[in-house]
């Protein structure tokens, strides 16, 4: 049976009038009313993932649900969770639910994830929730912003040599278990450095850390070179790893003469024969003398942002604000608006720029049938290009453009005159008609690419004495003068130009509004730092909190309403949120 149905001795029969009435006037009426309806039918979402004969029966999904997002709306441990739903009277009213059902052990709510990430239901449960919460207060869907935070999963924030110390660790502490023998086999001085304390060989003054970042990249090398022609270790995912951090950090060269710290290799009794050189292609064939390499620590200025941060964690990147990743919110921001609401989620690691999310976003907006009219961001969503592709969609993107003016006293593209349509020069700021205009090929400033553009011809002879041309884009030639652009930089200028004036400043205001909401979610909701690592479970989780962010919304506008209101419009009254306090 599902929870909609009603049960021969309800749970509320055990509960005095006072007990009756708090909980009518709680967030449990509120659950009852208006989400379980819409849970029921998410249920059918679920039903190709179970077997119908096998197997015992399953707790309600859309009880399920409820403890999810009130574990991820309360930033709540798996134990506090189930805590809450033992000893809280409202869980059981929720539900209507007699004690024995709603008790979950903490492996359910394990399987119950597996099953989420295994079939990637979470998103398709956000958007459900937001969809029915939509139309149920009938959100008005045109103006929408759109910001992006930082947050950072399970994953301590470890240094090169912490890096480094670790994933030759974790390698090390694997071999032991699976080739004993091999470990054995190895330098003392490996059992010595990795072998006793976790992270020993890390711990060290600063002054000192240079010295042992290339001693361990020494080492890192040569269990990448004596274990590489061995198909039962080098399949190992930690053997993956520290190749990896070696490729990324490191190189071998023919002369240690490098500004980056170099360490000479030693001739051992126990080194290799067969060294991982890759500098010329005689190296391929045969090996290299070991007293001629060096292994040497590259700049870190020289290592790429999508390196790995933590073997804990290999989806996480670097970006400018820090290590981790980014979340792109979009939500609802119409005056009309009882309460304003999240709409999109994107996940993505931190070296990635928010322009790339720009229209991920707009799509997922437009799939659900939530595209906005006009969608406010801050300048990292604005391009030229992302302007031009959002109107092609029919979304007006509204955002500073960044980036500084190199030649404020020059004319811009913005200062030509164009037709209707808004791509045919009419005139230069000179007054000028231009002779022709062709759809062409054109290169950019900043890039050595070509771009489908314009290049519009003018009087050679007109241009030639204009007061205005050591100001003007335009190129005199030897047959005309000619003014080259693409789409995205006329956008661009435009935008400029734009962006200077008091109605855009004030039109832009309530993209600030958004901010509160990051912090809503990173203060309230527990987003800033997550008890999960890997991009698709770090997904999942923020896709809970967003629902549960908009589900408190909901349950609190609802709450607010005058208790004489009609029980049929949306619900009852009282109770802040869905925490147990």
Not at 484 to 503: M, N, V
Not at 542 to 566: H, W
């Amino acid at each position: 049976p599902l929870p909609l149905q009603t049960n021969l001795f309800p749970c509320y029969g055990k509960y005095g009038a006072k007990e009756i009435a708090a909980l009518q006037h709680s967030w449990a009426q509120v659950i009852h009313q208006n989400m379980l309806p819409f849970l029921a039918s998410v249920e059918n979402d679920f039903a190709r993932v179970f077997s119908a004969t096998m197997g015992r029966p399953i707790k309600f999904v859309s009880l399920l649900i409820v403890l999810h997002l009130c574990k991820e709306m309360n930033d709540w441990t798996d134990e506090e969770l189930i805590g809450a739903a033992y000893f809280d009277k409202r869980f059981e009213y929720a539900f209507d639910l007699p004690f024995h059902e709603l008790i979950v052990c903490q492996k359910t709510l394990h399987n119950f994830r597996r099953l989420l990430l295994e079939h990637e239901l979470a998103g398709s449960l956000f958007e459900r929730a937001a969809s029915h919460i939509i139309q149920m207060l009938n959100l008005d869907t045109t103006q929408q912003r759109l910001d992006s935070s930082h947050i950072v999963s399970n994953m301590a924030k470890l240094s090169r040599l912490g890096l480094f110390v670790r994933v030759t660790e974790n390698f090390l502490r694997k071999l032991k278990r699976v080739a004993p023998h091999r470990y054995a086999e190895l330098p003392a001085r490996f059992r010595e450095r990795y072998g006793k304390r976790r992270g020993y060989f890390a711990d060290t003054r600063s002054g000192k850390a240079q010295l042992r970042l290339g001693e361990c990249a020494q080492d890192m090398w040569e269990l990448l070179d004596r274990f590489r022609g061995e198909a039962a270790i080098a399949s190992l995912k930690v053997m993956a790893l520290l190749q990896r951090v070696f490729t990324e950090h490191c190189a071998i060269e023919k002369s240690a003469e490098s500004s980056a710290v170099a360490v000479q290799l030693r001739d051992e009794a126990t080194s290799p024969t067969a060294p991982l050189v890759e500098s010329s292609a005689a190296a391929a064939t045969e090996p290299a003398s070991l007293a001629d390499h060096a292994v040497v620590v590259q700049d870190s200025k020289n290592i790429p942002s999508s390196a790995l941060q933590n073997p804990s964690d290999e989806d996480a990147a670097y970006g400018y604000k820090g290590q981790g990743y980014e979340v792109a919110l979009a939500e609802t921001c119409s005056a009309n608006n009882a309460i304003q609401i999240i709409t999109a989620v994107q996940v993505h690691a931190s070296n990635q720029s928010d322009q790339q999310s720009t229209m991920a976003i707009v799509e997922q907006l437009e799939d659900n049938n939530r595209k906005p009219e006009v969608l406010h961001t801050d300048g990292g969503f604005v391009s030229g290009e992302n302007i031009i592709a959002c109107a092609e969609k029919g979304v007006d993107l509204q955002g500073i453009l960044t980036g500084c003016d190199g030649t404020p006293d020059h004319l811009k593209l913005a200062d030509f005159a164009f037709a209707a349509e808004g791509l045919t020069v009419t005139a230069c700021p000179a007054g000028h008609a231009p002779l022709r205009q062709q759809a062409k090929r054109v290169r950019r400033p900043d890039s050595k690419k070509r771009e489908q553009g314009f290049r519009v011809h003018f009087a050679r002879s007109a241009c030639a004495t204009c007061p205005l041309l050591h100001r003007c884009p335009i190129h005199v030639q030897k047959k005309s003068a000619v003014l080259s652009f693409t789409r995205a930089e006329l956008a661009s200028s435009k935008r400029r130009r734009e962006q200077a004036t008091e109605a855009f400043k004030e039109r832009n205001k309530i993209r600030a509004g958004i901010e509160s909401t990051n912090a809503e979610m990173k203060k309230r909701h527990g987003m800033g730092r997550l008890r999960v690592r890997r991009q698709q479970r770090v997904e999942m989780v923020v896709f809970f909190k967003a629902m549960g962010c908009n589900v408190k919304r909901m349950v609190e506008y609802v709450l607010s309403l005058d208790k004489s209101a009609p029980a049929a419009q949306i619900g009852s009254v009282a109770t802040p949120s869905l925490a147990c306090g």
